[in-house]
């Protein structure tokens, strides 16, 4: 998952993101591998309710 992921492989970013999402042991393991390639990348979040 990891190479589809950096070469911009669209199911893998979708998969990637459902288990960041889910929390599932594999984003941790993803999120490792990945990390030190993100370069400047930032991680927000937003709370609260659409619209």
């Known amino acids: 998952m990891v190479e589809g992921l950096l070469q911009g492989d669209r199911r893998?970013?979708?998969r990637a993101i459902s288990h960041v999402e889910n929390d599932?042991?594999?984003s941790t393991d993803l999120l490792k591998k990945i990390y030190g390639r993100t370069g400047k990348a930032y991680r927000i979040g937003i709370t609260g309710p659409p619209g």
């Open 24 to 26: 599932t042991p594999v």
């Open 12 to 14: 893998a970013i979708a």
